[in-house]
């Protein structure tokens, strides 16, 4: 498994310390990432969860992707607004990420992965 699962302390050291840092985004991580809020028992989270593995694979020297079990981490899926899943949070190097809600087919990930995510 590329995919990181991530607990909210996990989430305040490696991707943002919003507790903190209230007023201004402020990404800690070294390379761009994914953020996958999802649950177990969620269809289409089920039907990406094999297409973000594969995506990490594919791109395991160039981002992060993480995953965020909304269930288990009910304060972090708050603080972020996820009101529904599966939601992915693309997290550039530099500005703010960008949000994008329901399953995307692969090619529309790697789109964003991309253009988002890695143009320069």
């Known amino acids: 498994m590329n995919t990181i699962h991530l607990t909210k302390a996990d989430f305040l050291k490696k991707v943002a310390d919003y507790e903190n840092s209230i ?3 402020k990404y ?25 593995e594969e995506l990490a694979t594919e791109y395991k020297d160039q981002i992060y992707v993480y995953k965020i079990d909304t269930d288990q981490e009910p304060e972090l899926s708050a603080a972020f607004g996820i009101r529904s899943i599966p939601t992915l949070l693309f997290i550039p190097l530099k500005g ?3 949000i994008s809600k329901g399953a995307l087919p692969k090619s529309s ?3 964003a992965i991309d253009r988002v995510l890695l143009s320069v």
């Not at 800690?28 to 973000?52: E, H, M, Q, R």
């Open 23 to 25: 007023d201004e985004w």
């Open 28 to 52: 800690l991580g070294d390379k761009p990432a994914i953020v996958d809020f999802y649950a177990t028992w969620c269809g289409p989270c089920n039907s990406i969860a094999p297409i973000l």
């Open 96 to 98: 703010n990420p960008q």
């Open 109 to 111: 990930l790697k789109d």
